[in-house]
């Protein structure tokens, strides 16, 4: 895997994103969710490997990478995007989220998976993963230390590191602060772990922490 860029990219105002699929709808529709992101700026598009290495933008800062291409597949045709792309990180997305799949795509070095059942806020937090310089692979796909129950929510190890300060009573400045991140990136994660748990408070969100037993040592200690 090539080296991640110099600087977390969430510090940058503007990332550039490539989409690329092979089906025009389904660019369409995930560029009109990726366009919201608060760290998105320009977003280009290809229809296969072949398209996506003619384009030459090497300031690329993120390419979602459809498994599924005509010609090439996304799995071959990782490295090639990665050598037109090298400070990008990739985000493989794909119909499947068999753990095979998902093993075979962290094989290959992507930096990430995104199954296309996803839903826009999933989306979302993908991308504030990989622009924060994070993995983003299901939690519960194995091979990961912080895969929990069948019924627990599948938060990313930065969403435990956000809950967990968050559950501290830090405003999300400070959560940004202590993290690195910007106050729009924390914001997105707070959502999505809000979304995960089911609750719409702070305080709803430590009861389900300590209920579903996603407590860290930091939580353990503010109370």
């Known amino acids: 895997m090539s080296a991640s860029p110099s600087a977390p990219l969430s510090a940058r105002s503007s990332a550039r994103l490539?989409?690329?699929?092979?089906?025009?709808?389904?660019?369409?529709?995930?560029?009109?969710?990726?366009?919201d992101h608060p760290s998105v700026g320009a977003i280009a598009e290809?229809?296969?490997?072949?398209?996506?290495?003619?384009?030459?933008?090497?300031?690329?800062?993120?390419?979602?990478l459809d498994i599924q291409l005509p010609g090439m597949s996304g799995l071959d045709g990782l490295r090639l995007v990665r050598?037109?792309?090298?400070?990008?990180?990739?985000?493989l997305?794909?119909?499947?989220?068999?753990?095979?799949?998902?093993?075979?795509?962290?094989?290959?070095?992507?930096?990430?998976?995104?199954?296309?059942?996803?839903?826009?806020?999933?989306?979302l937090e993908a991308i504030t993963c990989a622009l924060s310089g994070q993995p983003c692979f299901p939690?519960?796909?194995?091979?990961?230390?912080t895969t929990r129950g069948p019924d627990a929510p599948s938060l990313t190890a930065r969403q435990l590191d956000v809950l967990?300060?968050?559950?501290?009573?830090?405003?999300?400045?400070?959560?940004?602060?202590?993290?690195?991140?910007?106050?729009?990136?924390v914001r997105v994660h707070v959502a999505a772990i809000f979304?995960?748990?089911?609750?719409n408070s702070r305080s709803a969100a430590l009861?389900?922490?300590?209920r579903l037993g996603l407590s860290t040592p930091q939580l353990h200690d503010s109370l």
């Open 164 to 185: 967990s300060l968050l559950c501290t009573g830090k405003p999300n400045k400070v959560i940004a602060r202590d993290l690195g991140l910007s106050e729009n990136t």
């Open 93 to 123: 997305v794909s119909a499947s989220v068999a753990p095979d799949a998902v093993h075979e795509a962290r094989v290959r070095g992507a930096d990430g998976f995104l199954p296309k059942t996803a839903n826009a806020e999933d989306i």
């Open 83 to 91: 050598q037109a792309c090298p400070q990008a990180r990739i985000v």
């Open 139 to 145: 939690i519960n796909s194995g091979n990961s230390a």
């Open 18 to 35: 490539l989409l690329v699929d092979d089906h025009a709808l389904f660019r369409t529709g995930l560029r009109l969710i990726v366009q």
């Open 207 to 210: 009861l389900a922490a300590q």
């Open 46 to 64: 290809a229809g296969s490997i072949a398209d996506a290495c003619a384009l030459q933008q090497a300031d690329i800062d993120l390419v979602l």
């Open 195 to 199: 979304a995960q748990l089911g609750v």
